[in-house]
């Protein structure tokens, strides 16, 4: 089961979100209303994402195109900066790196402690 945890830091202008355990498709549609909530009243342009990812196991083949799908709402949203922080997980930093290529999401950086 996927957790999501989300905490608008205002004064920093830097929406917080940690990621953890494997998402289902029920998980990730409930973490993309509670984003769409979080942002609702915040103009993103202002402010950085950053996204700990420390946590978060590799996604399932059959969830793949609704991680895609988050990214380019990411994507859409304009957030100044999209940070995703990662741990000791080649495979995951290499999915989501493919996957901000493929949907166009520019501004985004993955902070690792793996070099590949």
């Known amino acids: 089961m996927g957790t999501f945890n989300l905490k608008t ?17 029920e998980d990730g549609l409930r973490s993309i209303a509670a ?8 103009n993103t342009k202002e402010f950085n994402l950053d996204i700990d990812c420390k946590k978060l196991n590799v996604t399932a ?3 793949v195109p609704l991680l ?7 994507k859409k ?15 995951l930093k290499m999915q989501l ?10 501004n985004l950086q993955i902070v690792s402690n793996i070099t590949a």
Do not use: W
């Open 61 to 63: 083949p059959e969830i």
């Open 35 to 42: 984003y769409q909530d979080a942002i609702a009243s915040m």
């Open 77 to 91: 949203s304009e957030f100044k900066k999209v940070v995703l922080t990662l741990e000791n997980n080649t495979i």
């Open 9 to 25: 830091d205002a004064s920093n202008k830097v929406l917080h979100i940690e990621l953890a355990g494997s998402f289902s498709q």
């Open 68 to 74: 895609e799908g988050c990214l380019a709402m990411l």
């Open 97 to 106: 790196a493919r996957l901000g290529r493929t949907v166009g999401l520019d």
